[in-house]
């Protein structure tokens, strides 16, 4: 989740000394704008100013139903919605959904201060990206575009530390290099049945928990593989 935010948390572990190998993606959008469809009518606020994403007048919003209906796919109640609403649901900053022109008269969002908030096109500041996506059709965006969304991203990463070496003089070291930017969005994608909650539940969190393994090792060789072919 939050790949929103990914660059940024990035630069912030960089800032302390953290070397990460990587970033997971968890049914995660990027920082790219306009990737979700943006209500005519904007987004609703609380009086506070926050986003509101919890309950309406009537109990649960459609949004969230459908979400609750997702944790419970597989016909066992996981959550139930009086938990759901009193312990998951929560108001946010709306600068946090990393979309423009939310509601009108909201300062800084146009479509060029989203990009500059996020950082879209800083893809050196961007970690190497391992993702976990789900499979059914409640979360059709995830499960049909993750894949290749985090895969640019990654491959645009690769031709940014590609640039800042020295040309690479071992034969054999730019096809390696070509190669693995080839396989590099099938080689970090993983896939979990279920919806946008995938990994709520005993089976879907053993999946994720096994892939996010994985995917630390590959991750972590990616970073040696990539240092060595570049050192050529």
């Known amino acids: 989740m939050a790949g929103r935010h990914c660059r940024a948390f990035n630069i912030a572990a960089r800032r302390l000394g953290l070397e990460i190998p990587g970033f997971i993606a968890v049914s995660a959008t990027p920082p790219l704008p306009c990737m979700v469809r943006a209500k ?46 009193a312990y998951y649901i929560v108001n946010t900053p709306i600068r946090l959904r990393g979309e423009p022109n939310q509601r009108r008269g909201l300062e800084r969002n146009s479509l060029v201060d989203t990009i500059s908030d996020l950082g879209t096109f800083s893809y050196i500041e961007y970690p190497f990206t391992g993702v976990i996506a789900p499979t059914r059709t409640s979360d059709a965006r995830h499960a049909l575009t993750d894949q290749a969304t985090w895969g640019f991203l990654n491959s645009q990463k690769l031709f940014c530390e590609y640039s800042a070496a020295n040309p690479m003089s071992a034969p054999g070291a730019w096809d390696q290099l070509r190669n693995l930017a080839v396989q590099l969005p099938s080689h970090l994608c993983r896939y979990v049945e279920g919806g946008h909650f995938f990994f709520i539940g005993r089976e879907g969190a053993a999946q994720t928990a096994s892939h996010i393994a994985d995917l630390c090792k590959k991750l972590e060789d990616l970073q040696v593989t990539i240092a060595q072919l570049l050192r050529q």
């Open 40 to 85: 005519p009518e904007g987004e609703r606020f609380t009086p506070e100013g926050f986003w509101k994403t919890g309950n309406d007048d009537a109990g649960l919003s459609v949004r969230n139903k459908s979400f609750l209906y997702d944790i419970n796919w597989r016909g066992t109640e996981i959550i139930d919605a009086a938990s759901y609403a």
